[in-house]
């Protein structure tokens, strides 16, 4: 049984959903999930607000040695809860087995295009 690479608790802080702004490519914010493990990644999802009570109703499911996209503009990925536009907010992920997670930012508001990845915070 491999537990595989990564860990259970992630916390992304700097979240930001943009509006899908100008050109082919649209704004969107994105969680990337390797789930390297021989078992099922259940996983927990909280959003957090500077100013509001948490939203912790989101699961995701990723399964064993594979790797799955959850975009945040997406109300299916998202389990129905809709991302407020351009709110600061942070991501507490919890997951039942060894995950590793990859936060993304596609901000094109503007013509001149603005994009990064980053790994959240693990303990």
Not at 64 to 85: I, K, Q, W
Not at 107 to 114: E, S
């Amino acid at each position: 049984m491999s537990n595989g690479i990564g860990k259970k608790n992630w916390i992304i802080p700097d979240c930001e959903l943009p509006q899908e702004g100008e050109g082919i490519l649209k704004g969107h914010e994105s969680v990337i999930i390797v789930n390297d493990s021989d078992v099922d990644a259940e996983i927990k999802v909280s959003i957090i607000f500077t100013d509001r009570d948490p939203v912790d109703t989101i699961k995701w499911h990723v399964g064993a040695g594979r790797v799955r996209c959850f975009r945040m503009n997406n109300l299916e990925d998202m389990c129905g809860f809709e991302v407020p536009y351009e709110t600061q907010y942070a991501m507490k992920v919890e997951s039942n087995c060894n995950i590793v997670l990859q936060y993304g930012r596609l901000d094109n508001r503007q013509i001149n295009l603005a994009y990064y990845t980053t790994l959240g915070y693990a303990e």
